[in-house]
């Protein structure tokens, strides 16, 4: 089970958190909702796995309190993840990160090759099963939308923030 996506869908604010430099308080608080004095990844996974609602609505408050405490800290959470995203992409544009271009072609070819054949060839004669072929095919289009909006995101997202805030 991946806690930390049961967490980014309960809690938000203790979610984005995970992902940055606040991770350490944001792990305390997940362990302080279920009551656990040593909070380690694999007993927040364990406790995360058996939660009852009621476990759930104390993490919902955790998050609740958490994102006042950032607030009276005067930290915007959100901030912090739009600026390490755009930390890796000067990366990316300044040439010392080439893995994402990398990964990114390699994506995109694969899914024009794998659609190709399946709209070109003759796909019945694959010894693969259709759960099989679902799960890749649906990993891929999940791939190709990351990279899309990987490249294409910030992009396309910011002047449509700008136009919403003149209105």
Request: aromatic share 8%; glycine share 8%; net charge neutral.
């Amino acid at each position: 089970m991946d806690w930390k996506s049961l967490v980014r869908s309960v809690a938000p604010a203790l979610g984005t958190a995970l992902g940055g430099p606040l991770a350490g308080m944001a792990v305390q608080a997940i362990g302080s909702a279920f009551g656990l004095s040593d909070t380690t990844e694999d007993k927040l996974s364990a406790a995360l796995a058996g939660a009852k609602p009621d476990d759930l609505l104390k993490l919902k408050q955790a998050d609740q309190e958490f994102a006042e405490k950032m607030k009276s800290l005067d930290i915007d959470l959100a901030k912090l993840e739009v600026e390490d995203r755009t930390s890796a992409r000067q990366l990316v544009i300044q040439g010392k990160a080439k893995t994402p271009a990398i990964l990114s072609y390699f994506v995109v070819l694969m899914t024009a090759l794998i659609y190709g054949y399946l709209i070109a060839g003759d796909y019945e004669k694959l010894t693969v099963s259709d759960l099989v072929l679902g799960r890749i095919l649906g990993t891929l289009d999940m791939a190709f939308g990351v990279v899309l909006a990987y490249w294409l995101g910030a992009a396309h997202r910011e002047p449509f923030q700008q136009t919403l805030a003149k209105k």
